[in-house]
């Protein structure tokens, strides 16, 4: 395996990798725990160049490079407060930024700058989500996440819920349901947010059925997995249209009645308006600790990108 840059889920259809990644990751877990993580990356310096919001991504790769010994420096709110307010092109930035930091982690709000961005760097790029592209370490630890959950990958249903056109996190995961064997899914969406039609081949292409749907009770008894998503918002052309259909999917106390029994509830957050609070003390709530999965996917992830897998 050689991986250079992070930029897409492709580069991880591979359940030999995908084993080895989530093995890491469960070491440095039980290493965090006992307070023993391994310097492996002593001296090395990540940089975060954020030109969108995030909490968890950017904080958990910055508490992964720390935990593993490296360094920080950080930029928040790039668009504004890094030379692009000058006009400077992502490329420039980036070939500067690398001249200072052995991996760059970028969030920016065009789909494909990640993998602009590794054209031109002379480090490692990861993408931490491209526009309405992809968030290929976002779906690395929701797998992570169904398979501590669930105790398995294969023999699954899903049901992926919300905005799966502007989605980035939907884009990443379905690519990764590819590798799991036996997969079901009910994609359900208002019409206006339904899956892209490249998307929607990849699953045909891959052999995993999958139906759609305006409504999500019906499907609630027979899934394993509930994957909430966020309206994004940010992506929309006209707000009559976000407003209009914002409040289409909410998990409360009405759903937790029809949801199967085993089933988990799965969130990249923020909740925003799609998730009561009261549902965080049902035990089918896992959303937190996939947030918390994130820390040592990712510190798993960097520690592979400088091929210091051998812990
Ligand atoms: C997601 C994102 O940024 O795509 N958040 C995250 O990284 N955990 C989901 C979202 O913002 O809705």
């Given at each position: 395996?050689?991986?250079?840059?992070?930029?897409?889920?492709?580069?991880?259809?591979?359940?030999?990798?995908?084993?080895?990644?989530?093995?890491?990751?469960?070491?440095?877990?039980?290493?965090?725990?006992?307070?023993?993580?391994?310097?492996?990356?002593?001296?090395?310096?990540?940089?975060?160049?954020?030109?969108?919001?995030?909490?968890?991504?950017?904080?958990?790769?910055?508490?992964?490079?720390?935990?593993?010994?490296g360094g920080v420096i950080t930029t928040?709110?790039?668009?504004?407060?890094?030379?692009?307010?000058?006009?400077?092109?992502?490329?420039?930035?980036?070939?500067?930024?690398?001249?200072?930091?052995?991996?760059?982690?970028?969030?920016?709000?065009?789909?494909?700058?990640?993998?602009?961005?590794?054209?031109?760097?002379?480090?490692?790029?990861?993408?931490?989500?491209?526009?309405?592209?992809?968030?290929?370490?976002?779906?690395?630890?929701?797998?992570?996440?169904?398979?501590?959950?669930?105790?398995?990958?294969?023999?699954?249903?899903?049901?992926?819920?919300?905005?799966?056109?502007?989605?980035?996190?939907?884009?990443?995961?379905?690519?990764?349901?590819?590798?799991?064997?036996?997969?079901?899914?009910?994609?359900?969406?208002?019409?206006?947010?339904?899956?892209?039609?490249?998307?929607?081949?990849?699953?045909?292409?891959?052999?995993?059925?999958?139906t759609e749907h305006g409504n999500l009770?019906?499907?609630?008894?027979?899934?394993?997995?509930?994957?909430?998503?966020r309206i994004q918002k940010e992506r929309?052309?006209?707000?009559?249209?976000?407003?209009?259909?914002?409040?289409?999917?909410?998990?409360?106390?009405?759903?937790?009645?029809?949801?199967?029994?085993?089933?988990?509830?799965?969130?990249?957050?923020?909740?925003?308006?799609?998730?009561?609070?009261?549902?965080?003390?049902?035990?089918?709530?896992?959303?937190?600790?996939?947030?918390?999965?994130?820390?040592?996917?990712?510190?798993?992830?960097?520690?592979?990108?400088?091929?210091?897998?051998?812990?």
């Amino acid at each position: 395996m050689n991986l250079k840059h992070i930029v897409s889920t492709s580069q991880f259809l591979d359940r030999t990798l995908l084993k080895r990644i989530f093995g890491l990751a469960d070491r440095l877990q039980k290493a965090d725990e006992k307070n023993i993580v391994p310097k492996l990356l002593k001296n090395k310096i990540l940089a975060s160049v954020f030109y969108e919001p995030s909490t968890r991504t950017r904080f958990s790769f910055e508490s992964a490079v720390l935990k593993l010994g490296g360094g920080v420096i950080t930029t928040e709110s790039a668009g504004h407060f890094s030379s692009a307010i000058k006009g400077e092109s992502l490329e420039d930035t980036i070939r500067v930024v690398g001249g200072y930091a052995d991996v760059i982690v970028l969030r920016h709000p065009e789909k494909g700058a990640a993998e602009r961005a590794s054209r031109v760097s002379s480090v490692p790029i990861i993408n931490a989500g491209d526009g309405h592209g992809e968030h290929p370490t976002q779906s690395l630890l929701d797998l992570y996440t169904i398979q501590q959950e669930l105790g398995r990958i294969d023999n699954l249903t899903a049901a992926l819920v919300g905005d799966l056109r502007y989605g980035r996190t939907i884009h990443s995961l379905i690519q990764l349901f590819s590798v799991c064997k036996n997969t079901r899914m009910f994609l359900v969406s208002p019409k206006a947010l339904r899956l892209p039609p490249v998307y929607a081949s990849f699953l045909q292409k891959h052999k995993i059925t999958f139906t759609e749907h305006g409504n999500l009770e019906r499907v609630l008894p027979e899934v394993d997995i509930l994957y909430m998503t966020r309206i994004q918002k940010e992506r929309f052309l006209s707000l009559r249209l976000y407003n209009k259909i914002k409040k289409s999917f909410f998990v409360g106390t009405a759903v937790l009645k029809l949801l199967n029994k085993k089933a988990i509830i799965m969130d990249p957050l923020p909740r925003v308006q799609k998730i009561a609070p009261e549902v965080d003390e049902d035990p089918r709530a896992v959303y937190f600790k996939q947030a918390k999965n994130g820390l040592y996917i990712r510190m798993a992830l960097l520690s592979l990108l400088f091929k210091k897998a051998g812990f």
